[in-house]
């Protein structure tokens, strides 16, 4: 196949790195399809007050499309959305993008050995390949809460903030403690009458101020040769530490948990507060929070933390287990995402007509995250077990980008119908993977990276540089390559 037609589902980091690095490559028959009006996936959702990462910008970018006129460490929400419009336009691939574009299902058919990728609206794409770049965190997640509907006050997801509602002067409760919540808590504490936040388990913390810069050192980046590719290898390898304390929660694992006692300690002067948000597992197993200004926001005269389970609504507020109605206005959920569905919002349907979802009924798992058995010419980006909690997911999604570039460059090279990877090597991969879990700080609690039955298929076992090692090149003999359709 000279030139195999490539239809690229999302338009967020994931999707754009593909589009770049393909097109780069000489494959131009490229269409990405969008659900939102807009390119930028996560940070087109995510508009919360504070909305940030809390990865620094040199790593939170594509390695080719540094730039150095960040105005903070920590990118805010606006300033990573308008980087990777930018990017998009830079490399060409912006006006591949179809917006408004919903995908519901996407068909391998194996006597035409290509993908029918069919729409919402009614519309068909066909495609020699396809790549899934919905990402983990996409599908906003809501708690059941029984009476939920008679709640008479209004109510939003943190990812899909109601900018239009006024919440000076109400009464607000936030349920969820996680990443979101410590970036828009001490946001909106200010302007809020009340404010009840519901907290399910503490969280470790490590400090996180995000000034914008002063002058000198936004001078120095511009101007000082090296000075921001150093900064960038620093942050990689303070993110590689990170995991290194996750991977050994008995020996570094213990030394930077005592960082973070010690900050906490230092911010938790009210001994009620800290002792309900002192969380009780090990360090680095749920996300670490990097904030300064969500624990002295817990402490505000008008906030009060509830550890009490949410057990259901009633028309004036939340109930907890305990029977106390807690009155509020509004609620906002930062509950997160439905992170074990993937990309479960469509129909996947693969080799012989069975489903990706019958596939991963044991969870979900894919050779080094990207390809699945039975799935042919189908690429994930951000898929299982590629999540990091030390480092920057650009890192894994540029390296994702170009081993499927390599397979498709194979599929062409070859002159194959399709490529798709042998099922005893993606399982060998997976146990490997599995296996490499053990010990680990990841393994001794409860938390998102976990499927429901308790199997770890959000996080990349190791380190960044091991990823980068694993996918730098794609060996042809574990794959099977299909022959065209005649
Ligand atoms: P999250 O980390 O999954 O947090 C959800 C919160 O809701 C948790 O505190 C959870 O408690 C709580 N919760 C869920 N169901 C509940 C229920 N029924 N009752 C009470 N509490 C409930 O979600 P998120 O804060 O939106 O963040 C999701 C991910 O997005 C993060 O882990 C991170 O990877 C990414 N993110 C990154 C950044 C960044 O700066 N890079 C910023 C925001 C988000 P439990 O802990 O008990 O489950």
New binding site residues.
């Given amino acids: 196949m000279s030139n195999p037609r490539i239809v690229i589902v999302g338009a967020g980091f994931g999707g754009i790195a593909a589009a770049i690095e393909l097109q780069k490559h000489g494959f131009d028959e490229l269409t990405l399809l969008e659900a939102a009006p807009e390119i930028g996936g996560?940070w087109f959702h995510?508009t919360y007050p504070g909305?940030?990462?809390?990865?620094p910008s040199q790593l939170?970018s594509f390695s080719f499309a540094q730039r150095r006129d960040w105005p903070r460490l920590?990118p805010r929400q606006e300033e990573i959305l308008v980087y990777l419009r930018q990017v998009a336009r830079d490399f060409g691939v912006a006006e591949r993008v179809i917006c408004g574009t919903r995908v519901s299902a996407c068909r391998w058919s194996d006597a035409d050995q290509a993908w029918t990728v069919a729409t919402q609206s009614g519309a068909t794409y066909a495609a020699d390949a396809l790549i899934l770049a919905t990402g983990?965190?996409h599908q906003p997640?809501f708690?059941?809460?029984e009476g939920a509907e008679s709640f008479a006050g209004h109510s939003f997801h943190?990812?899909r903030w109601d900018h239009h509602y006024p919440l000076a002067g109400k009464r607000v409760a936030v349920?969820?403690?996680?990443?979101?919540?410590?970036?828009f808590v001490p946001e909106i504490v200010e302007e809020v009458a009340h404010l009840t936040v519901?907290?399910?388990?503490g969280?470790w913390f490590m400090p996180r101020k995000n000034r914008p810069y002063p002058r000198v050192v936004r001078a120095a980046v511009q101007t000082v040769p090296g000075l921001q590719s150093a900064r960038r290898a620093f942050w990689f390898h303070y993110g590689e530490l990170l995991t290194f304390a996750i991977r050994h929660p008995g020996t570094v694992g213990k030394v930077v948990h005592q960082a973070s006692k010690a900050f906490m300690r230092w911010q938790l002067k009210d001994p009620v507060v800290r002792e309900q948000v002192w969380p009780d597992y090990t360090f680095g197993c749920?996300?670490v929070l990097?904030g300064s200004n969500f624990l002295p926001a817990l402490q505000r005269e008008h906030v009060e933390l509830v550890t009490d389970?949410?057990a259901g609504m009633a028309a004036e507020g939340v109930v907890t287990a305990d029977g106390r109605l807690h009155p509020v206005d509004c609620v906002i959920?930062?509950?997160?995402?439905k992170?074990n569905d993937f990309m479960f919002g469509m129909e996947i349907t693969g080799s012989g007509g069975r489903s990706l979802r019958e596939a991963w009924t044991g969870g979900a798992h894919a050779h080094l995250g990207l390809t699945v058995p039975g799935f042919p010419s189908m690429f994930v980006m951000y898929g299982p077990n590629t999540?990091t909690s030390g480092g920057s997911i650009i890192t894994y999604l540029e390296a994702q980008a170009r081993y499927l570039r390599q397979a498709l460059q194979e599929l062409r090279r070859r002159g194959a119908g399709a490529i798709v990877v042998r099922p005893e090597v993606e399982a060998a991969s997976d146990r490997e993977l599995q296996a490499r879990f053990a010990g680990t700080a990841w393994t001794r609690c409860?938390?998102?990276y976990r499927d429901d039955s308790g199997r770890i298929v959000a996080n990349w076992p190791g380190y960044m540089r091991e990823y980068l090692k694993a996918t730098e090149l794609l060996d042809p003999g574990d794959f099977a390559f299909l022959p065209g359709a005649t």
């Fill in positions: 996560t995510n909305a940030a990462c809390d990865v939170y920590c983990q965190l997640s708690p059941r809460v943190s990812a349920v969820g403690t996680g990443a979101s919540a410590v970036q519901f907290q399910r388990t969280n749920k996300r990097f389970a949410v959920w930062g509950t997160g995402f992170t999540n409860d938390s998102w």
